[in-house]
């Protein structure tokens, strides 16, 4: 699903114009990005957590010329699904009944 699609999606499930889903999806995409780059959180549930994660300093190699690169540390924004998420995808939809109590001994 591309964004276009995702915009199309919600201007046909809220009934309200594409222009008018545009503005949503961009203010949400827009929140979510200046909560990560001012370093917080973000958590959505059942749905799953954006955050930032810091990648140490490294030494790599240049793919054409096989030369040596000092690549610097940097953050890198990480997604961790949820739980619920994670169970839609892979079609357990219906939770587990919860185990029954043994009868007391006697």
Sequence with gaps: MTKADLIDEI?????VTRKDSEVIVET???SIVRSLRAGDKIEIRGFGSFRTRQRK???GRNP?????VEV??????FFK?????????????EQAAPAQAAPPMQ
Excluded at 11 to 15: K, P
Excluded at 84 to 89: A, H, R, S, W
């Design 72 to 77: 610097p540390a940097k953050k890198i924004p």
């Design 28 to 30: 949400i995409f827009d």
């Design 11 to 15: 201007s046909r499930l809220a009934e």
């Design 57 to 59: 300093p490294r030494i």
């Design 64 to 68: 054409k010329t096989g030369d040596r």
């Design 81 to 93: 699904p949820s739980k619920e998420l994670k169970d839609l995808v892979n079609g357990e939809t």
